[in-house]
């Protein structure tokens, strides 16, 4: 079984339900999970879980997210993007009154905590119900703000009624109704005409496959679809990492909490710093889970465990 990540481009027309369906297929496997939904008209990034690797599907999600949208002003959908009906359309005459500065000023705005409403076109449940099922069936409800993060919003260009936007932002943030509310700080009806995400945390638009090109991967490659995985492991390159001397690996494989005296000697002679978390492996360096170091128990306790699946 493949266990680790898989950074899979999102192709237009897709749901991200399909692109789990049809890796399955690809793969063989059953144990997958997307980490986020991209609306079907959506392009790009979007980390799969694969094996053991479903374990970090919420530590993905949780990251920051990089889009590249395209804002069309003077019109509104009741999708808030180009695929719903026309509520309204702006005349020419308030398109034309609307500059560039005051578009890059609205856009500025937004960065920063921003309590956003969610759109009635989105997966969130109200009362059992997901938002597009009441919406399909013509009912709008009352929906409270969350509040999300912008953490950059740049303008990188401006051809009317189009305006380009590159945003950085946090997790639960619907740009499309971004682009609405926007338009609403201009005075102008406003949608998402395109979105392509460019990265989620460390998973970027350039190292993305498409499900073709991993579907040859795994006809053409040796290993199969195993080249282009990331490992679990990589998600925590930055925490230092210690190993287990082989007569403790059944308190590892148990998942128990660790002494130094049940390391190998050149980590067991480590003293840990702070209260960090460490990769722990096994004597052969294969890695388990993370553990954090507790200075009060004088010992490592389990975070998360990744044990290797067969």
Request: hydrophobic residues 35%; proline residues 5%; neutral net charge.
């Amino acid at each position: 079984m493949l266990n680790g990540m898989l950074n899979v481009y999102k192709e237009a027309g897709y749901t991200s339900s399909d692109v789990v369906a049809k890796l399955r297929g690809i793969l063989h496997m059953r144990k997958i999970g997307h980490t986020g939904t991209l609306d079907p008209m959506a392009e790009g990034v979007l980390p799969v879980c694969l094996g053991n690797g479903t374990k970090l599907a919420s530590l993905i999600e949780d990251r920051d997210k990089e889009y590249r949208a395209v804002m069309r002003l003077g019109l509104s959908t009741d999708t808030q993007d180009m695929t719903g009906q026309v509520l309204e359309e702006a005349p020419p005459e308030l398109l034309s009154s609307i500059t560039e500065d005051m578009i890059r000023e609205a856009c500025a705005s937004f960065i920063g905590d921003y309590d956003q409403i969610p759109p009635m076109y989105s997966a969130i449940k109200v009362q059992g119900k997901k938002l597009y099922e009441l919406a399909r069936a013509g009912k709008t409800v009352e929906r409270k703000a969350r509040r999300v993060k912008i953490l950059d919003l740049e303008v990188e260009k401006i051809d009317m009624p189009l305006v380009t936007l590159r945003v950085v932002c946090s997790k639960g943030t619907y740009i499309r109704t971004l682009c609405e509310d926007a338009g609403r700080r201009l005075g102008c009806p406003a949608v998402m005409d395109s979105l392509l995400r460019t990265r989620v945390g460390s998973f970027c638009l350039e190292d993305a496959r498409t499900l073709s090109q991993v579907e040859e991967a795994v006809k053409s490659a040796p290993d199969g679809a195993a080249g282009i995985v990331r490992t679990v492991e990589s998600f925590f390159s930055e925490a230092p990492y210690i190993r287990v001397s082989g007569e403790n690996l059944r308190y590892l494989k148990n998942g128990n909490p660790l002494y130094r005296n049940q390391l190998l000697p050149e980590y067991a002679s480590l003293r840990p710093s702070g209260e960090g978390s460490y990769r722990v492996c096994d004597h052969e360096g294969c890695f388990y889970g993370i553990y954090r170091w507790s200075g009060e128990d004088k010992r490592y306790n389990p975070v998360r465990m990744f044990i290797p699946q067969d």
